[in-house]
């Protein structure tokens, strides 16, 4: 919430510049975007919460698209990036964080909770398992189309130049010399739309996580969830009102993420094969080796968060 809210409200702060003398105040962008994301908390309907999520993840995805192929580095390089090594880094900076980070914000453990509650709202039941596995399919698609086009927009920009971002707000700066104000328009309205469609699940997630803990219908209006979510809110204030680094923030949250990925792992697998619980859909052994090839990759990632933020 912090880190999102933080890079959300800086990045409008340095647009804004381009319409108003000095800008608008971070604060302002800031407490706009919360109170937003909190009326639509206020409804409390899934439905809506689903409809809003699905209007701003296609802008976020068309932005960023756009951006890419604005910003399209050489083919052979985009083919040379996706053989996975681990890259130098600048002195006091550690590759191990950034790369956790990156896992931990595609691969966050949210996402299994958030995903089951939704399929839950939506009444699917076993009848409905072929399609859950093409809306999975097309999700996960999904976010390796906008991840990649955020990396390789970032390697035809920021890397050829050398540029390590300390503030969001240098990319607004390089991006208008290098592809022009349009550019800009479509980063900064991409940035928006993804910062605001993560924010509704962030809100969401603890209560939706009490109902699923106390095995009740999901009942996101009730009086202490409302005082909880305006609580969790109002941490996106923090960037603004220390002026803290939204990146390092973010970073380290989303490096906090893969922390604890393993254990994500490590519950699913032991849910998937009781028993007791799944009866006749008991995880098969293709299922147990994926999920076992999955958690060593968490352990790794674990390992690496771990270095990461004690390092740096």
Not at 40 to 57: D, N, R, S, Y
């Amino acid at each position: 919430m912090i880190g999102v809210m933080g890079i959300l409200a800086d990045v409008c702060y340095e647009w804004s510049k381009h319409f108003f003398d000095g800008g608008i105040s971070p604060i302002y962008f800031a407490l706009f975007f919360i109170a937003f994301v909190y009326i639509i908390f206020l409804i409390g309907k899934t439905e809506v919460f689903e409809k809003v999520l699905a209007i701003f993840v296609a802008v976020m995805a068309l932005c960023f698209l756009a951006n890419f192929i604005i910003l399209m580095p050489p083919a052979m390089e985009i083919l040379q990036g996706m053989v996975p090594n681990v890259p130098d880094t600048a002195p006091g900076k550690s590759s191990f964080l950034v790369i956790a980070s990156m896992v931990g914000t595609t691969v966050f453990s949210g996402l299994f909770i958030l995903r089951t509650i939704l399929v839950k709202e939506a009444g699917w039941t076993m009848a409905d398992l072929k399609v859950q596995n093409r809306d999975a399919l097309f999700a996960a698609f999904l976010m390796f189309i906008v991840s990649t086009s955020i990396m390789a927009a970032a390697a035809g920009s920021l890397y050829i130049q050398g540029i390590t971002l300390v503030n969001v707000t240098q990319m607004i700066n390089l991006l208008e010399p290098l592809a022009g104000a349009s550019a800009v328009a479509i980063f900064t309205i991409g940035l928006i739309a993804a910062g605001v469609s993560s924010q509704f699940p962030n809100v969401a997630l603890l209560p939706w996580l009490l109902d699923d803990f106390h095995q009740r219908k999901s009942n996101l209006k009730r009086p202490s969830y409302r005082i909880m979510a305006l609580i969790i809110s109002c941490l996106g204030l923090i960037v603004p009102i220390f002026n803290a680094k939204p990146i390092a923030v973010m970073v380290s949250s989303q490096a906090l993420g893969a922390l604890v990925l393993p254990a994500t792992v490590g519950c699913i697998f032991y849910i998937g094969n009781k028993q007791s619980l799944m009866a006749e859909h008991k995880f098969s052994t293709l299922i147990n080796v994926i999920l076992s090839m999955i958690f060593i990759f968490a352990l790794v990632m674990s390992y690496m968060s771990f270095n990461g933020i004690i390092s740096t």
